[in-house]
């Protein structure tokens, strides 16, 4: 009698167990399949967003990437079309913040004009400049015709009535200010210099393409490019690149121009 006790016992166990492996496998099977044990509501699909292009950074020693832009003076420019001479491309920054012009790129801007008036450094060189603004035309209108306002200003800070009197901070002002911006520029609303092509990016592409629009930049949040220097020798090789990290740290004119030097000695 007890072995056929423990017998059944042992059937009994058995046969449980037997069942939850069944379960198990069923359960397991039906994962397996992609069968859903209980209903599921329908997921919503994600909208397909084409991304936009990566920057592709010019490379040095290569050949710079051609681009056609307007020109605020007339007309389009085609880069690969100054074949020929040194291109020495200037990206301003534009904006340092909301309605506020960058006063470096504006002072370096007419700084060049009156080195062209006074050198002929497109001549001497070899070189045309082109300055590039991320803006539309509108907008290029609107920073030129604030340039004397901003050369004004520049002068009043680094030549205040009162320096004696000036708090700490007004004096340190004033003494960057000087040294920044060492030269002083008289401008009227009629004599705006414009000796250089002023390329209109309105639409960001060539500023985008290289990676230097931002919408964030140096502690400002606005539509800007970061201030930058390209130079395309005449074979179209780009030779010489600077990025800024702020807004002083620009090379100096003296600095590209022997940039230059160096480009047309080894022709």
């Not at 200037?90 to 904006?95: D, E, I, L, P």
């Not at 012009?101 to 400049?129: F, G, P």
Request: aromatic share 10%.
């Amino acid at each position: 009698m007890i072995d056929k006790k423990k017998a059944s016992i042992f059937v009994g166990v058995l046969v449980v167990l037997a069942v939850a492996a069944m379960i198990i496998l069923f359960k397991g099977q039906a994962a397996g399949q992609g069968v859903a044990l209980k209903p599921r509501p329908p997921q919503p699909t994600a909208p397909t967003q084409n991304p936009a292009p990566r920057p592709q950074p010019a490379l040095l020693d290569q050949p710079m990437p051609d681009f056609t832009l307007p020109v605020y003076q007339g007309g389009t420019l085609t880069l690969s079309s100054l074949r020929g001479k040194n291109v020495m491309i200037v990206f301003s920054r534009g904006y340092a913040g909301p309605e506020h012009w960058c006063t470096i790129c504006n002072y370096r801007y007419v700084e060049l004009a009156n080195l062209e008036k006074a050198q002929k450094i497109r001549e001497k060189y070899n070189v045309e400049v082109l300055f590039v603004f991320p803006y539309a035309q509108d907008t290029v209108k609107t920073w030129l015709e604030a340039l004397p306002g901003q050369m004004e200003s520049i002068r009043e800070t680094k030549n205040p009535a009162d320096a004696a009197n000036l708090d700490p901070a007004a004096k340190t002002r004033m003494e960057r200010f000087r040294q920044i911006f060492p030269n002083d520029y008289a401008l009227t609303k009629d004599e705006v210099p414009m000796p250089f092509p002023i390329l209109v990016d309105g639409e960001r592409k060539l500023s985008k393409s290289l990676g230097l629009f931002q919408t964030e930049w140096s502690g400002s949040k606005v539509d800007q490019n970061i201030p930058s220097v390209y130079i395309v020798d005449a074979d179209g090789i780009l030779r010489f690149k600077y990025l800024g990290q702020n807004t002083v740290d620009r090379p100096t004119y003296d600095y590209l121009f022997k940039v230059l030097d160096v480009i047309n000695s080894s022709k």
